[in-house]
């Protein structure tokens, strides 16, 4: 299967822009190795050093697959394509040596806990920052470096525990334990922040002589990628943004030959699928119940009407009427998807032949290097044992920025959820973004926290909205007018980067694409985020975050065993905010070498086919297909909730611990915390695989055990012997956890017209800064309008006429009542 990547970029191709940079992968499993596959990718080379048993991912199968002794899992193929490895025993002193020669050639070490020789000392992350003061150290790690928690155990099934992230936006069924997003999302979505937090502090160290520490939390990423904004929302409102699950209609549906994929995100939509179901006295329905509990309340018509018929014709029907939809994807589906096909968005492994996903951005020019085989054990250690040292001459010693995009000027055209992520990362580290909306459009994250449109700027009160646009200016233009268009491409040519996030054609029909940016400004950046690409037969079809994670297989991994897939409901979103930052970062190094722009092209969808690739590369691999297994998982066993004593904050009887058991060692811990009861001294169960076997007949002595005590005290006894274990939070909890208020991961933020509340921040802290991350609140609807406009040379009387015109406006044109979709 061929990649269709570089034919698209061909006419181009261009100097990696990573080029140069040598990264030492000191890190064990899926977000170390994710984060420098994305750094390998865009060109630098990676050195993976290991100790002589090997990363243990090279030994992985999510399936259970044998990889045969000398070979590689599939999986490592993938992720250690293009990279070296060493082989360095920590038991022989002369292999330590070889270590810190890697370092001092090296310009970045990526590094997590868990292997022999991140456990010596001399390895250790802060020791290395010591020890190699140049370098820009990244490590990664479930709670952060430091704080109460941070030699905690933990995976990332109980990460997702303490996120909320189990909890989510309501997913799942009422009468069901909550269910867990499948596939190690969390280590993936960690893997891409790591990436990216790593280009930026080695964009601010060049140079100066410094190097830096990067501290990454892999729970504060699990917040940001599975929880929508649930602090912030709770102290703006004083209301929780949800209390219950309940199921998505019609969501993931039977339809008379298979599953199908509707979505259902905006009254429109609702009102749209009334009328394609033959309903339309429906949409007149009592309007005080959400989108959401109207499609319930049809829950049964609904389903039937879809039951008799092909899912195309119900894609098709839904796509005529805009509603977004999609196929339901896996493993075994997905490389033949014909917009899939159509794209290139798979190719073949150089070495293994398995199918792999290509990169989950694209450029022009081309500036990512092509798929490359993954190295033998130890296959390159002799040639960096004898290779010459780096010599790297006097640097200046000079203080980074703690704000490092601090002389980068951003055109945000995005919205909603993707898109603003992706420009917050840069205001909240010194960039200065405006953000673009029109009065009588304004961003939809407005219009979705169910403010009374009773209350004075009920539009300027969204939680949701401040959350993705701290630090932000804020401008209104009507760029559907001429004059709208003009004023936009002017202040486009002020600007470094242009990021976008609508469908193709909304751009390319009123002149705004990257040929036209790059006549005026021959260095811009633009950064397009399309769901599902600049081409290809689902081009112009809506995406929102359910139905990319539906069409990429995140989905598919998601729900219990008994019962259809559950949409995840959020990481399609972030997951491809963090994705377009790699590219855009990527980007602006490119132009830093070159003096020259480029275009990114980040589709939601690549993003997420890149982080579910484990489906797709098990079963061209090995033939299995990966399936959801309610909170079960391939990384432990035993793995699952178990409901609590006790009763939640709203009375019910729903409490829940999370409880995973990844190695023997931590079996021996819990069968101890335990009494060390019959039952669990069998020696059937001294293994994975014996425990895998028995996992019904734990999970029914471990429900007995938890039931007759209350969550604190399970966290507290589990904890103390060392086994993962945690609470299932309420989202909207998440700053009360000690671990998240030790790291100042949330700041209050002051708002001229909203309540003061907590802002989520970034899951990294920098050893250079800044100490605070968000600077101003998120802008007023239209707020900088004279101020941006005066200095593109706009007088008083332009402008006003531009208003009374309605080509810029300061609140909306016509006072909506807020869409109430919860």
């Not at 822009?17 to 990264?23: A, E, N, T």
């Not at 990216?196 to 699990?222: C, F, H, K, N, P």
């Not at 899939?340 to 020019?365: C, E, I, K, L, M």
């Not at 936009?488 to 751009?507: G, H, K, Q, S």
């Amino acid at each position: 299967m061929a990649s269709r990547n570089s034919a698209h970029n061909a006419e181009n191709p261009a100097e990696p822009p990573l080029r140069g940079c040598v990264v030492a992968d000191l890190s064990t499993g899926i977000a170390g190795a994710y984060c420098t596959k994305l750094l390998r990718d865009g060109g630098a080379e990676i050195v993976k050093i290991e100790p002589p048993e090997g990363d243990p991912l090279r030994r992985w199968s999510a399936s259970g697959a044998a990889v045969e002794t000398g070979c590689d899992g599939a999986l490592f193929s993938f992720l250690a394509g293009g990279k070296a490895s060493v082989v360095a025993d920590p038991d022989v002193p002369a292999d330590l040596d070889l270590v810190d020669a890697v370092l001092e050639s090296a310009d970045v070490v990526v590094w997590s806990p868990g292997s022999r020789l991140t456990e010596h000392p001399r390895f250790a992350a802060t020791a290395l920052r010591r020890a190699h003061r140049h370098l820009v150290v990244t490590a990664v790690t479930p709670f952060g470096l430091d704080g109460p928690w941070s030699d905690r155990a933990a995976t990332e099934f109980t990460l997702q525990a303490w996120s909320g992230g189990i909890v989510g936006l309501g997913r799942g069924a009422p009468e069901q334990a909550p269910v867990h997003v499948g596939g190690r999302i969390g280590e993936w979505f960690a893997g891409a922040y790591a990436s990216a937090a790593t280009m930026t502090s080695r964009l601010r160290t060049l140079g100066s002589g410094a190097g830096e520490l990067v501290d990454l939390s892999i729970l504060e990423a699990q917040i940001l990628g599975l929880t929508y904004y649930p602090v912030s929302f709770h102290e703006a409102l004083g209301r929780p943004f949800r209390t219950e699950r309940r199921l998505t209609v019609p969501g993931v549906a039977a339809a008379a030959d298979g599953l199908v994929a509707l979505g259902c995100g905006t009254a429109q939509q609702w009102f749209d699928l009334c009328a394609m179901v033959g309903h339309p006295e429906w949409i007149e329905q009592d309007t005080d119940l959400s989108i959401t509990e109207r499609a319930l309340a049809n829950a049964p018509e609904i389903y039937a009407w879809l039951a008799d018929r092909p899912s195309e014709v119900i894609r098709d029907l839904a796509s005529a009427f805009r509603i977004p939809n999609g196929p339901v994807v896996h493993g075994a589906n997905a490389a033949e998807m014909d917009h899939h096909v159509a794209r290139g968005s798979f190719t073949t492994n150089p070495r293994d032949g398995f199918t792999q996903p290509v990169a989950p951005y694209r450029t022009r020019p081309a500036l990512l290097r092509e798929p490359r085989r993954a190295p033998r054990l130890g296959e390159h250690t002799e040639q960096y044992r004898s290779a010459s040292p780096r010599h790297r001459g006097p640097l200046p010693r000079v203080q980074p920025d703690p704000l490092p995009f601090r002389e980068l000027r951003v055109l945000d055209l995005t919205t909603y959820w993707a898109g603003p992520s992706c420009t917050h990362f840069l205001a909240m580290l010194g960039a200065e973004v405006i953000h673009v909306e029109s009065a009588g459009r304004p961003d939809g994250t407005r219009l979705i926290a169910g403010v009374p449109a009773s209350e004075e700027q009920w539009w300027e009160k969204s939680p949701i909205f401040s959350g993705l646009n701290t630090g932000k200016k804020g401008i209104t233009v009507d760029f559907r007018t001429e004059r709208g268009r003009d004023l936009l491409l002017r202040l486009a040519a002020t600007c470094d980067v242009v990021v976008e996030n609508y469908t193709p054609r909304v751009l390319e029909q009123v002149g705004l694409d990257y040929s036209a940016l790059r006549k005026l400004r021959p260095d811009t950046i633009m950064v397009r985020m399309p769901g599902f690409g600049l081409d290809g037969p689902w081009r112009d079809n809506p995406a929102f975050a359910y139905i990319i994670e539906d069409t990429s297989g995140l989905t598919w991994l998601t729900g219990h065993p008994d019962r259809n897939p559950l949409e995840p409901y959020a990481i399609g979103d972030p997951n491809a905010g963090v994705h377009a930052l790699n590219g855009l970062l990527l980007a602006l190094e490119h132009r830093r070498r070159s003096g020259r722009g480029a275009l990114v092209e980040a589709a939601m969808v690549d993003a997420a086919l890149n982080v579910a690739a484990e489906q797709v590369i098990e079963y061209s691999a090995y033939g299995a297909l990966l399936e959801r297994d309610g909170n079960r998982g391939p990384e432990a066993a035993p793995q699952n909730l178990y409901r609590a004593a006790g009763v939640d904050e709203f009375g019910r009887p729903d409490c829940w611990v999370a409880i995973a058991v990844a190695t023997d060692a931590q079996w021996r811990q819990l069968r101890e915390a335990l009494g060390n009861p019959f039952w669990a001294l069998v020696p059937e169960l001294c293994s994975a695989a014996g425990r895998r076997e028995q996992h019904d007949a734990i999970d029914e002595r471990l429900a007995e055990w938890c039931a007759a005590r209350d969550s604190d005290e399970i966290v507290r006894i589990l904890w103390d012997a060392g086994v993962p274990v945690a609470k299932v939070m309420q989202p909207h909890r998440q700053a009360e956890l000690p671990q998240l208020r030790f790291r100042g991961f949330f700041e209050p933020v002051d708002h001229p017209v909203a309540r003061t509340a907590g802002h989520s921040t970034v899951p990294a802290r920098f050893s250079g800064g800044p100490d605070r991350f968000h600077r101003s609140p998120a802008p007023l609807l239209g707020q900088h309008n004279d101020e941006i406009l005066t200095a593109l040379g706009f007088s008083e009387a332009e402008i006003r006429a531009l208003e009374a015109d309605g080509i810029i406006g300061g609140f909306p044109e016509v006072v909506r009542t807020p869409v109430k979709s919860e």
